[in-house]
């Protein structure tokens, strides 16, 4: 519900004030706030230009055809939406693309089955494997030390998520990690049992370098892998498998897209905010990541509509290769190393399946002050925005290679997927028809808000953090063991 600003929410931004001093422009924030609000809800072209571009270009897989259109399709929106300082960030990435897979899989020496299977980035160009599966459980690291050399020369049978009986406080993995302690205790097939029910299957990489694995690594829906592990569960029951597949592997040229909106206090201090705009193929990815591209789209229109110019410098950055393992953003990283731009970023907002927020969350805690202030203006303005905040670190997204610089990083959060589309992550259902254009509507306002507000604050509570603080805080955050695991613990011990 829309409403005036109530006084409980009034005396919150009155105490805030007394207790942090705002100056003159944090006090415009309300009346700003509230211009931010009225553009989007009556304005907004995030719902329609996802919905052209799903029809026009449909999957937005990197290096093909298709991620060309959806680079360009994103750079002309940018222009038409009056933004001047828009260009192209072209990298040069090793393209997979899947071709054929065949998965036939024999119980005690009866008659090989074919079951239905999709192949996982970056498996081999071409791979025929054939071989006894072992079930690994959770493919952890505990499963294989509980099971020496079970796996060697076989092929893993591992869970996506974490299995029911598992013990309390067992932590996941993703399945590139998976598939990486599969080969390092020598599988040379893996098999990723999806979490979903009703035959979906899941893609992604199974890479955690975005190079080409040594093995072959697929996925089969739930209830087939389970009845793969039934079979394995009895005693004297042996299963083979056999993996036959095809796939396309080769260097291209991609490119990020970056809209850049001048900042007039502080231009050499930038907020990066970005969200990527390449999808996985089965699909159109209008939820991973339409929702969260075309939603950092429409919040550069907003600022451009309203005319706004905070303090900072914000770039916009549609990432290419995300889902091919954060290569667009490892190439920004590189590029502003290169340039010597890279202490210039204060903050990196990171938008990747976001929607309808209720909060917002930092990865260093110090951010909760002045996010929670934003948030009680968007709150006064709309109260099924609650206003919450989590200080939070994880892997996997753009956010990542800029978090392992030491760079904060936040965004929004506490929203639900849309029309329960969690379960079509990766999948050939991830189609436009889950968007839901109020949710929408949602992100891009609230997150217009942390947007401005964040490039207009004073100071930025969250400063860069040296080596020795970015170790800590990774350590802090349980994030080693991943990341050893993909090899970028950068740290001897």
């Keep these: 519900m829309i409403k005036k600003i109530h006084k409980t929410t009034l005396a919150s931004l009155l105490y805030f004030a007394t207790c942090h001093a705002h100056t003159h422009a944090q006090s415009t924030w309300p009346t700003t706030f509230q211009n931010i609000n009225s553009e989007v809800q009556a304005n907004s072209k995030a719902y329609s230009s996802l919905q052209e571009a799903s029809k026009t270009i449909g999957h937005r897989l990197t290096g093909s055809e298709n991620g060309k259109k959806a680079e360009a399709f994103a750079f002309n929106l940018f222009q038409s939406y009056g933004l001047t300082d828009v260009r192209y960030q072209p990298f040069e990435v090793e393209s997979w693309s899947r071709g054929t897979l065949k998965l036939q899989v024999r119980i005690s020496g009866a008659q090989y089955q074919e079951i239905k299977a999709v192949s996982l980035a970056h498996s081999p160009v071409k791979a025929t494997t054939n071989g006894q599966v072992v079930d690994m459980g959770n493919g952890l690291e505990a499963d294989y030390k509980a099971k020496p050399d079970a796996v060697k020369g076989k092929i893993a049978l591992v869970y996506l998520g974490i299995l029911p009986d598992s013990p309390t406080g067992t932590g996941n993995l993703h399945r590139s990690e998976k598939t990486a302690l599969a080969i390092k205790n020598g599988a040379k097939g893996i098999i990723i049992i999806n979490t979903v029910a009703g035959g979906t299957l899941l893609t992604g990489t199974a890479s955690v370098t975005?190079?080409?694995?040594?093995?072959?690594?697929?996925?089969?829906?739930?209830?087939?892998?389970?009845?793969?592990?039934?079979?394995?569960?009895?005693?004297?029951?042996?299963?083979?498998?056999?993996?036959?597949?095809?796939?396309?592997?080769?260097?291209?040229?991609?490119?990020?897209?970056?809209?850049?909106?001048?900042?007039?206090?502080?231009?050499?201090?930038?907020?990066?905010?970005?969200?990527?705009?390449?999808?996985?193929?089965?699909?159109?990815?209008?939820?991973?990541?339409?929702?969260?591209?075309?939603?950092?789209?429409?919040?550069?229109?907003?600022?451009?509509?309203?005319?706004?110019?905070?303090?900072?410098?914000?770039?916009?950055?549609?990432?290419?290769?995300?889902?091919?393992?954060?290569?667009?953003?490892?190439?920004?990283?590189?590029?502003?190393?290169?340039?010597?731009?890279?202490?210039?970023?204060?903050?990196?907002?990171?938008?990747?399946?976001?929607?309808?927020?209720?909060?917002?969350?930092?990865?260093?805690?110090?951010?909760?002050?002045?996010?929670?202030?934003?948030?009680?203006?968007?709150?006064?303005?709309?109260?099924?925005?609650?206003?919450?905040?989590?200080?939070?670190?994880?892997?996997?997204?753009?956010?990542?290679?800029?978090?392992?610089?030491?760079?904060?990083?936040?965004?929004?959060?506490?929203?639900?997927?849309?029309?329960?589309?969690?379960?079509?992550?990766?999948?050939?259902?991830?189609?436009?028809?889950?968007?839901?254009?109020?949710?929408?509507?949602?992100?891009?306002?609230?997150?217009?808000?942390?947007?401005?507000?964040?490039?207009?604050?004073?100071?930025i509570p969250a400063k860069k953090l040296s080596d020795a603080q970015t170790r800590e805080f990774l350590l802090k955050n349980n994030l080693k063991e991943p990341l050893k695991i993909a090899g970028e613990w950068r740290w001897a011990d």
């Design 210 to 459: 975005g190079k080409l694995i040594s093995i072959p690594a697929i996925c089969v829906g739930k209830e087939d892998g389970l009845k793969l592990k039934e079979q394995l569960a009895n005693k004297g029951s042996a299963v083979t498998a056999n993996i036959q597949m095809t796939n396309k592997s080769a260097k291209i040229n991609a490119r990020n897209v970056i809209a850049t909106l001048q900042g007039s206090e502080l231009p050499n201090e930038k907020i990066v905010i970005g969200g990527h705009l390449d999808s996985w193929d089965l699909a159109t990815g209008a939820i991973d990541n339409g929702i969260g591209s075309f939603a950092v789209i429409d919040m550069a229109r907003t600022l451009q509509a309203l005319n706004l110019k905070p303090k900072r410098t914000i770039e916009f950055v549609m990432f290419m290769g995300e889902e091919q393992g954060l290569l667009g953003s490892e190439a920004y990283i590189e590029q502003a190393n290169k340039d010597k731009t890279l202490d210039q970023v204060a903050f990196m907002l990171n938008y990747d399946m976001t929607n309808d927020p209720k909060g917002y969350s930092a990865s260093q805690e110090s951010m909760k002050p002045l996010f929670q202030s934003i948030g009680a203006i968007a709150a006064s303005i709309d109260t099924t925005f609650k206003n919450s905040f989590s200080a939070r670190a994880g892997l996997h997204s753009d956010h990542q290679p800029f978090m392992l610089q030491g760079i904060p990083t936040g965004g929004s959060s506490g929203g639900k997927l849309p029309n329960n589309s969690g379960d079509c992550y990766h999948a050939d259902c991830d189609s436009f028809s889950l968007v839901n254009e109020q949710q929408l509507k949602n992100t891009v306002r609230f997150s217009t808000m942390l947007l401005y507000g964040l490039a207009d604050a004073d100071q």
